[in-house]
């Protein structure tokens, strides 16, 4: 007989999970709220309230890392492009 040694989470853990992810990505002042009125609490949908919560924050940490989503600063539109020289504007060293 095999032994699992993963258990499956609890179903409210994975309910509580679910609905902080979701409400941390909706409305985040509301799960901020919420995971503060939670630190007291500690039931299964608390404790997996709390980790959506985090694991969303920790995924968007992720995403706002790559360099393309990031914010672009205030005086983008004022900035000039760099030229950028070909060979033809190579002049040739003339010894």
């Known amino acids: 007989m095999e032994h699992n040694t993963e258990q499956?989470?609890?179903?409210?853990?994975?309910?509580?999970?679910?609905?902080?992810?979701?409400?941390?990505?909706?409305f985040p002042e509301l799960a901020e709220a919420i995971n503060k009125?939670?630190?007291s609490i500690?039931?299964?949908?608390?404790?997996g309230f709390q980790a959506g919560s985090d694991?969303?924050?920790?995924?968007?940490?992720?995403?706002?890392t790559v360099p393309w989503l990031q914010q672009l600063p205030d005086d983008y539109d004022n900035i000039e492009p760099e030229q950028e020289k070909s060979r033809d504007d190579i002049e040739p060293e003339i010894e």
């Open 55 to 64: 694991e969303y924050m920790q995924e968007r940490e992720k995403i706002m």
């Open 37 to 39: 009125a939670f630190e």
């Open 8 to 26: 499956e989470p609890h179903p409210d853990y994975l309910k509580g999970f679910n609905e902080g992810y979701s409400i941390r990505e909706q």
């Open 42 to 47: 500690t039931s299964e949908r608390a404790k």
